[in-house]
């Protein structure tokens, strides 16, 4: 029995000669009673690895960090060469440092009017840019209303997917199509250039799909696509290796029966050289079961795809079994697996990862998965430790010894003078209450239930540890930022 409840029992079982009736009673059993359920929500409003059956884990940006300066560049440089090929003006090619200002994370494209945009958490255009140049309040809006309401909000903030329909916009969210943004707006400069002033409307957008589609995902079944041929060539130049404390974390969560697995969207060979160099040829053994190609947005959760036994020939199979590769499948097919492991008819499940549309919203929505949201974005923009923290340093001892350093240079590429914080805009806080108001402030607080900088920062605490969840149902809400709200979001530093 806990501790407090034990005690609450101690005080109202005095004087033990005289017993309780009616109103009396009643009024105990009633302060009992609440007090439990205070207690129930108290557990709700908290996060800890120790109650999880089963924690899930994606790879890119998530356990393997990248070197982001590096990898931008190898992705801006490739994607230009491609869009290059297919006709566009050698113009379009830039050294990307001019332009690190510009990158910034959860931007949208308005592909027809080839405007790039940063939307508020109810649909307001925060900022905006035509190409690379950017706009004032004014211009935009001539172009959007007085208003300033983005016609495409409630289909954006409804299904959280990369594009709309017919493509008439798409988000840029992961350090892998980050890059491309810059390639689209220096494709609508070069355009108007040529054309002596702005189109009228834009129709580029379906050849960066498809060059972005070559770089990662190509047709044929067997080809890896030019990210692994670029990364494979230096891994070393491109992945920053996991700390022995994380290897010995990801140890530790596979006790008291609980199943760790691995689940990405990238294919089989490029997540076993990613793996590979960031834990070393021996991580198979940090896992139960290794899912690649899970299409996570395309239907893993939500449709019936067999899963491949990728490993040994490729067929599809019925069920899965432990210490074995596959790729593709579906969500039941794991959950049954899950179960089976667990010995528990519903096993509860936490996943790691990095992206809001692949990994939060779809987990969280048609797993009904928690999610731990790993967001570098909160490190580059600073954060700020809770009084709690404070006052208890001894909360703050880590377990395992980590690797928390951040490379001076990824900040730049991470922050936005231009755009401003990835969490707040000031401009539309009139109540000074400091809740996230950017779109993706409010995808954060309605689909995850912590966020961390990197696995690092987590790896480094006792799995029992207890951390503060964001409250689901209160938009922009601040709660499960640990080790501390992002700076933009205190209201004195």
């Not at 649909?123 to 495409?152: F, N, P």
């Not at 400069?189 to 498809?210: A, I, Q, S, W």
């Not at 022995?244 to 029966?257: A, F, H, I, S, T």
């Not at 590429?413 to 950017?438: A, Q, R, V």
């Amino acid at each position: 029995m806990n501790i407090l409840l034990k005690n609450y029992f101690r005080f109202v079982r005095r004087p033990p000669t005289k017993r309780l009736r009616g109103r009396n009673f009643h009024r105990v059993r009633s302060s009992v009673l609440s007090l439990t359920g205070a207690m129930k929500n108290a557990d709700d409003r908290n996060f800890c690895l120790a109650d999880y059956d089963a924690i899930g884990f994606d790879v890119d940006n998530t356990l393997a960090k990248y070197k982001l300066v590096n990898l931008m560049n190898l992705i801006y440089e490739t994607l230009c060469e491609l869009l290059i090929k297919r006709g566009y003006s050698k113009n379009i090619k830039d050294n990307l440092c001019t332009h690190k200002d510009f990158i910034c994370k959860g931007l949208f494209l308005d592909t027809e009017k080839g405007n790039i945009l940063k939307l508020s958490h109810d649909g307001k255009i925060l900022r905006c840019s035509h190409g690379t140049r950017m706009m004032d309040k004014a211009e935009i809006i001539s172009v959007y209303g007085q208003d300033l309401q983005w016609e495409h909000f409630e289909e954006a903030i409804g299904c959280v997917k990369f594009h709309g329909e017919e493509y008439k916009y798409r988000l840029f969210e992961t350090y892998f199509d980050i890059p491309a943004i810059v390639c689209c707006a220096r494709i609508v400069d070069v355009l108007d250039e040529e054309n002596g002033g702005p189109h009228d409307k834009y129709d580029f957008f379906k050849d960066v799909y498809d060059a972005i589609g070559d770089f990662y995902f190509p047709p044929s079944e067997g080809e890896e696509g030019l990210l692994f041929e670029g990364v494979r060539k230096k891994p070393e130049k491109y992945l920053q290796p996991c700390s022995n404390g994380v290897k010995d974390w990801l140890m530790e969560l596979k006790g008291d029966n609980r199943v760790v697995f691995l689940m990405t969207s990238s294919k089989n060979r490029y997540a076993e050289m990613v793996l590979e160099t960031v834990l070393g040829s021996d991580w198979k053994n940090y896992f139960d079961i290794y899912i690649t190609y899970a299409k996570k947005t395309g239907g893993f959760f939500t449709k019936n795809e067999k899963f491949k036994e990728k490993e040994v020939t490729g067929k599809e199979v019925d069920s899965l079994e432990p210490k074995k590769t596959y790729s593709g499948g579906n969500y039941t097919d794991l959950k049954t697996f899950l179960e089976k492991q667990t010995k528990k008819s519903d096993p509860k499940v936490v996943y790691f990862g990095d992206c809001l549309c692949s990994d939060s919203f779809p987990a969280k929505v048609y797993g009904n998965w928690d999610v731990v949201l790993v967001l570098e974005e909160m490190e580059a923009e600073g954060y700020h430790p809770g009084l709690k923290d404070v006052l208890e340093p001894k909360r703050k001892v880590p377990k395992h010894e980590v690797d928390l350093y951040i490379d001076p240079e990824e900040e730049q590429y991470i922050l936005s003078e231009g755009w401003g914080s990835f969490f707040y805009h000031e401009e539309e806080d009139p109540k000074h209450d400091k809740h996230m108001n950017t779109y993706w402030g409010r995808i954060i607080s309605q689909y995850n239930a912590i966020a961390v900088p990197t696995v690092e920062y987590i790896a480094g605490m006792p799995i029992n540890h207890r951390y503060k969840k964001f409250k689901e149902s209160e938009v922009g809400n601040t709660d499960g930022f640990y080790p501390g709200k992002p700076k933009p979001l205190l209201s004195d530093i």
